[in-house]
């Protein structure tokens, strides 16, 4: 390994922007002391010392020709259509990575010849040497696609070696890198191939497209800081032909101010405009802000530090969690957030010669310190707890499921996230936060944080520790986020725990699962989700986003459909309790699927403990509008280890003539082509979520981002099946584990309905997963699909299930669960608030509330009341003073997050704990759903006051740039929350909501929202341009309401 003297001269970064001396001496002793950090020298010095060999000729020599074409190499090869491999040592050549022939061929008359442009084949476009031109300039700059930071790259990893060795030849050859590459980018255009086809467009420079030239620059400007300081940065361009330009001046020209304002993604950061606030913008405005701190320009941090402010005030909603639908992307960019935040930790106007006009970082961002923005805190420490599920993260939108078995207790850890918490726990300026940030580092490297750290930031600033036991305890009770619109139902503790999940929230740059339900359970995720892979891809539009593809109901086929996700508001959320053995959750969604014909979207929940180690989920889906909806139901996706078997009992599907797909069982031409065995989309898929066999009217390729018809995904489900759901129906999956691990779900008996059995695939098309669907079709239909599911070992504790009432035009049911160890659970819904049943037995059950359970066992009986005042069970019965506690708000803290209300507290019910809901005071103006806060505090007295958990409550906060009379405001931000990414329109996630200034000096109720940063408000008379303005959830004068719940147990019947 390549020897470090620590007492060696330190290397003066140009600006320190990323790194520093201090910074580099922490890392000498890290490497000296620290084992995780020697491997992560090791590597660097063993990259660096691989480049530094070859003669700057040499290196010039693998550098692309200046215009040369770049390609990622989607299709893969010609023979095997497997991904390409390349070698340094082979000059543009690439390999199959399969059976390994070469390619190009060198003779001219070959169709496999290639002058660097590529060949056709069989109607694909090929292109050996475009993808060896990326992969040889991938291994010498500082990104390699799709990883986001430097593996055997040569130009960081040389830079890391200079300043850590203080050894000039590494220092020196990373610049003759630098400098080749600057003369070679602009002359480039991006990979041909991303987003599709052969395009001829600028999307990017050499290897990387749209936000990855961002991605790559902001690396790139960490390596130049490093070694801005050798002499020879100021010689003599080797690689400039025409006249003479320095190094320095080369780099600047080409790989600094080159492609910065505007990209292929449709951003303009001058003056640090905003967009839509997705995170590739973010990466434009921290590349912008680490090339104006390395060279000298106030005018690029300006607009990247306070677009930054907007960011932090804006994507990150009260309960920390970030607007696009993704764990995954949460998670991700909340590390972009926090290398904005540590560029300005190391920003100083003082630094710079004319420091007056140098704006402070305060000044720019409303906080000294960007690492204690409070919602970016919430992200990194509170929203992860809020939404874990059995320790993993769950698998909702654009994020992928954890795969196989997992025990819960471990908590599953994304790079990513250990990333947010070390760098909190190092740079926050307040005790509390490093306290709760060192407990939560301990929790997920059990006690020993140098198991779980690496990387060049930790390598640089980390000091060893935190030490300690880990005693930060998993969340085991039920949560819900509030804004972001997650529900976790959760039981047991440890390897027993188990939770079931349930989205709610807006559906913003995601996929259509609004309302779908997640079951995680004996370490495994048991409803298989599809997932996500390359956004916009054939897979990820016609399969990923679709509705069907999810456990959900589909309303009138998705048609009509997008091209991308449906962007609809935010749900409502009903109710939420946890009662101990039964958790209950409810959310309406009545503008969900209004483009389909649907007044009500509504799924109500209720998980329910057989003992210890097992739950059933009674799962009431209502739904009422439209003319088919099809409750969808997914099997669990068996791994390596597991034998995998399915069964269905009660009925005997059929194969229909003629009727292979789900499309071909409905009402929507356009599919005629998959609707035969081996034809479906579901069955051909292929690489890089290509739709295999299918091409253009010409003969030439389908676009990457091709639709599969009829566009709603129907046509994936395949070898369809049917029966008439004249009796009850059971399926039941055997994963063949070492845990014996099952899944079973019931579906009464309902004539009306029709059992659809089919299969469709998981991501890549590698598994046909058994699929369930049960249809309604009528006109103007009302459904109330009713089914019971459980994960479980051995034997299924869930073994009879009966409706005894069912009334989807009043939105009331009642569902008797038989368990396998005797005992009986009655379940009791009602949205009107009241109904009664008689059991089998004659015994009359009465319900004034919501939700009832009565659970019976040799003559014992346990009552839940939710939401009501009686539950009655025959002569037995629990009640509660009052459904629930109504008041109005009357004044709010939103820094404190507390609100005043015009009710004494005094002998009101227990409110800590409880879910609260609020909703517009003026009927008049209503809201288009009641936001869902938790009572964390309930204080009496003069000035009744209740602390509600994130209840923040700003939604939006910008500033106005100009006015239009009488109603018009636009603004500097886009409302991310309530603007659909696709431009779908203004769904009303704002209507009704009051803009007002920050001095209080103006107010005015939203009418509409008219595009991505322009308002329309009642009126915006008094309003002045330039006035900071905040878009408030809830306003003096609304109302809340806070269910009731309780329950009474081991009652014996008499």
């Known amino acids: ?130 993808v060896w031109n990326s992969f040889i300039v991938s291994m010498l700059s500082t990104y390699s696609y799709g990883s986001g930071g430097p593996t055997d790259n040569a130009l960081l990893n040389l830079a890391l070696a200079y300043a850590i060795t203080g050894e000039t030849r590494f220092g020196e050859k990373a610049l003759s890198i630098y400098d080749a590459l600057a003369t070679l980018a602009p002359t480039t255009i991006g990979p041909l191939d991303i987003p599709e086809g052969t395009r001829e467009r600028e999307m990017g420079r050499m290897h990387a497209e749209t936000c990855h030239v961002n991605r790559q620059r902001f690396v790139d400007m960490q390596a130049y800081d490093l070694i801005s300081g050798l002499p020879a940065m100021d010689e003599v361009s080797p690689t400039r032909e025409n006249g003479r330009i320095s190094i320095r001046e080369n780099i600047a020209e080409g790989m600094l101010e080159d492609y910065v304002m505007t990209e292929g993604g449709g951003y303009n950061l001058r003056g640090g405009n905003l967009t839509h606030f997705q995170n590739h913008e973010l990466d434009g405005f921290r590349a912008l802000l680490s090339i104006g701190l390395a060279t000298d320009r106030p005018d690029f941090i300006s607009w990247a530090g306070s677009a930054f402010r907007s960011f932090l005030d804006n994507v990150l909603g009260r309960d920390g969690g970030y607007y696009e639908n993704s764990e995954m992307y949460a998670y991700f960019s909340g590390t972009l957030m926090q290398d904005v935040a540590e560029l300005m930790y190391h920003y100083d106007p003082g630094k710079y010669a004319s420091s007056e006009d140098y704006p402070t970082a305060e000044a720019l961002m409303g906080l000294k310190n960007a690492f ?367 845990r014996d691990t099952r899944f079973g779900i019931w579906f009464p008996a309902d004539p009306s309905a029709t059992l659809v059995a089919a299969k469709g695939p998981d991501l890549r098309g590698a598994q046909q997963i058994h699929r369930l669907i049960v249809r309604r079709e009528g006109e103007d239909l009302k459904s109330l699909f009713v089914s019971v599911f459980e994960a479980f070992s051995g034997s299924r504790n869930v073994t009879g299930v009966r409706v005894l009432a069912r009334d989807a035009e009043a939105g009331s049911a009642a569902v008797r669960v038989e368990l396998s160890d005797g005992r009986r659970d009655t379940h009791l ?120 958990q994130h209840g923040d409550p700003r939604l939006a906060r910008g500033k106005a740039v100009s006015i239009e009379a009488p109603d018009i405001v636009h603004c500097d931000v886009p409302l991310a929350f309530a603007w659909g990414f696709n431009n779908s329109g203004d769904k009303g996630e704002y209507t009704g909501k009051v803009l007002r200034t920050e001095d209080g000096s103006f107010a005015s109720r939203i009418v509409e929202l008219l595009a991505f940063k322009k308002i329309r408000v009642e009126s915006v008379a008094g309003l002045r341009p330039g006035s900071r303005f905040e878009i408030l959830d809830f306003k003096p004068g609304d109302r809340i309401s806070i269910p009731n719940s309780g329950s009474e147990c081991l009652v014996r019947r008499t």
């Open 372 to 738: 204690d923005h409070p919602r970016l805190v919430r992200l990194c420490l509170e929203y992860p707890e809020l939404t874990r599920a059995c320790g993993r993260i769950p698998s909702y939108g654009n994020t992928n499921a954890l795969p196989g078995y997992r025990p819960p207790s471990e908590r599953q850890v994304m790079p990513s996230h250990w990333s947010l918490l070390e760098r909190l726990y190092i740079r926050s300026d307040d005790a509390e936060t490093r306290i709760r940030a060192k407990e939560l580092m301990l929790d997920l490297s059990d006690g020993a944080a140098e198991n779980v750290r690496n990387g060049t930031w930790a390598l640089f600033n980390s000091e060893p520790g935190p030490a300690g036991e880990d005693r930060a305890e998993p969340q085991s009770v039920s949560s819900f986020a509030g804004h972001k619109g997650v529900v976790v139902l959760r039981s047991g503790t440890g390897d027993r725990s188990r939770a079931l999940v349930v989205r709610g929230g807006a559906n913003l740059l995601s996929q259509d699962d609004q309302l779908a339900v997640f079951l995680y359970d004996r370490g495994r995720t048991v409803i298989e989700d599809v997932g996500y892979a390359l956004a916009g891809s054939q897979v990820h539009k016609g399969w990923g986003m679709r509705s069907i593809s999810h456990a959900m109901v589909t309303v009138d086929e998705d048609i009509p459909t997008s091209q991308g996700y449906e962007f609809v508001p935010s749900a409502d959320l009903v109710a939420f309790e946890d009662l101990g053995d039964v958790k209950v959750a409810e959310y309406s969604a009545p503008l969900s699927r209004i483009h389909q014909g649907a007044t009500e979207y509504r799924r109500a929940l209720v998980f329910c403990d057989v003992d210890e180690a097992t739950s059933y989920t009674l799962d009431l889906f209502m739904v009422a509008g439209g003319r088919i909806h099809d409750y969808a139901m997914n099997g669990p996706r068996f791994f390596e280890e597991d034998s995998g078997s399915y069964s269905l009992e009660g009925v005997s599907p059929e194969a229909r003539p003629g009727v292979w797909t789900l499309a071909g069982l409905g009402t929507v031409a356009g599919s005629e082509e998959a609707n035969a065995p081996g034809k479906s989309w579901g069955e051909r898929i292929g690489p890089n979520d290509r739709i295999q066999g299918v091409a253009a009217p010409d003969g030439s390729p389908l676009p990457y981002g091709w639709l599969p018809p009829p566009g709603n995904g129907y046509a994936f489900i395949h070898d369809v099946r049917t029966a008439t759901l004249d009796r009850d129906a059971y399926a039941h999956w055997r994963f063949g584990d070492a």
């Open 1 to 130: 390994m390549l020897s470090v003297d620590r007492d060696a001269p330190v290397p003066r970064p140009g600006r320190s922007i990323w790194y520093t001396v201090d910074g580099i001496r922490r890392a000498r002793e890290n490497i000296r002391t620290q084992a995780w950090a020697a491997k992560a020298w090791a590597r660097i010095g063993t990259v660096a010392e691989k480049w530094v060999r070859m003669s700057d000729e040499q290196i010039h020599a693998l550098v692309p020709a200046r215009g040369s074409i770049f390609c990622s190499g989607r299709n893969g090869s010609p023979c095997c259509k497997a991904a390409w491999r390349c070698e340094v040592s082979r000059p543009r050549r690439a390999f199959c990575g399969e059976c390994g022939r070469e390619y190009p061929d060198e003779g001219k008359g070959s169709p496999f010849h290639d002058e660097g442009r590529g060949f056709y084949h069989e109607g694909k476009w090929f292109a050996p040497v475009p």
């Open 829 to 948: 819904f009602s949205r009107r608030g009241r109904m009664e049943v008689r059991d089998g037995d004659e015994v009359p059950i009465a319900l004034e509330g919501r939700f009832g359970v009565v659970r019976e066992r040799d003559g014992e009986v346990a009552l839940f009341l939710v939401e009501g005042t009686r539950l009655r069970f025959g002569d037995l019965e629990t009640t509660l003073a009052q459904t629930q506690f109504d008041a109005r708000i009357t004044d709010m803290d939103a820094d404190a997050e507390t609100v005043t209300i015009n009710r004494d507290l005094l002998g009101a019910m227990r409110l800590e704990g409880r879910l609260c809901r609020v909703e517009s005071g003026e009927p008049e103006a209503p809201y288009s759903h009641r936001s869902g806060y938790r009572v964390v505090a309930a204080t009496g007295g003069e000035t009744p006051r209740l602390g509600l």
